[in-house]
């Protein structure tokens, strides 16, 4: 089996805070998981892992505030999808 971008997207996030039972559905910034700082992390944390950049337009908090909707932004930026 494969890890999937939003099996990774939660290990991130999970680690981070480990006492929270999250699923990839869960608004993680209505929960109260995510600061200023963490979004930056969260950002940085996509970027890096599946090899993107996230253009300004983007940055929107509804990119972010789930695992499903961050897998879609991978999907959507990544380099595979662009030749697809």
Same mark, same amino acid.
């Not at 939660?10 to 200023?36: H, K, M, T």
């Given at each position: 089996? #494969?890890? *999937? !971008?939003?099996?990774?997207?939660?290990?991130? &996030?999970? =680690? @981070?805070?480990?006492?929270?039972?999250? /699923? %990839? #559905?869960?608004?993680?910034? %209505?929960?109260?998981?995510? $600061? #200023?700082?963490?979004?930056?992390?969260?950002?940085?944390? &996509?970027?890096? *892992?599946? =090899?993107?950049?996230?253009? $300004?337009? =983007?940055?929107?908090?509804? $990119?972010? @505030? *789930? !695992? /499903?909707?961050?897998? *879609?932004?991978? +999907?959507?930026?990544?380099? /595979? +999808?662009?030749?697809?």
């Amino acid at each position: 089996m #494969s890890v *999937t !971008a939003i099996d990774q997207i939660l290990a991130f &996030v999970r =680690e @981070r805070y480990p006492q929270a039972e999250i /699923d %990839a #559905s869960q608004d993680i910034f %209505a929960l109260g998981f995510v $600061n #200023s700082l963490f979004a930056m992390e969260l950002v940085m944390f &996509v970027e890096k *892992t599946f =090899e993107v950049t996230i253009p $300004n337009e =983007e940055l929107r908090i509804d $990119n972010f @505030r *789930t !695992a /499903d909707t961050m897998a *879609t932004l991978v +999907a959507r930026l990544a380099p /595979d +999808a662009a030749a697809a």
